[in-house]
């Protein structure tokens, strides 16, 4: 596995905005596929971006599509989530995670590494 740290997650109102970052380690994580998952209290935790490991390909889940953006900054080997447009459901436990075998898809197997999660709360 390799180690990835989220920070970046906060309070904010309805309507705000927020980024979060997941910082990994080595530069064999430079040619990972990364994504964003989230947890909210109650259920279970599902999928919200993924981006290929040379950026050039994104996925959204439909409940963010239009206001998260996924990015990733190779150099730093850092990969980012922009929120904008918060709602209250979008309050939730953040995760980021790696997919190191190129595997592709959204689904959590797909990933095999996972950050510690950074709690996002947006009031209404």
């Known amino acids: 596995q390799v180690q990835l740290v989220e920070s970046g997650g906060g309070l904010v109102q309805a309507g705000g905005s927020l980024s979060l970052s997941c910082a990994t380690e080595?530069?064999?994580?430079?040619?990972?596929?990364m994504g964003w998952f989230r947890q909210a209290p109650g259920k279970e935790r599902e999928f919200v971006s993924r981006?290929?490991?040379?950026?050039?390909?994104?996925h959204y889940a439909d409940s963010v599509k239009g206001r998260f953006t996924i990015s990733r900054d190779i150099a730093k080997n850092t990969v980012y989530l922009r929120m904008n447009s918060l709602k209250p459901e979008d309050t939730a436990v953040y995760y980021c995670?790696?997919?190191?075998w190129g595997k592709g898809r959204s689904e959590e197997a797909a990933f095999d590494s996972w950050g510690q999660g950074t709690q996002v709360t947006v009031s209404s």
């Open positions: 981006i290929s490991w040379s950026g050039g390909i994104t």
């Open positions: 080595g530069r064999a994580s430079r040619m990972y596929n």
């Open positions: 995670a790696a997919d190191r």
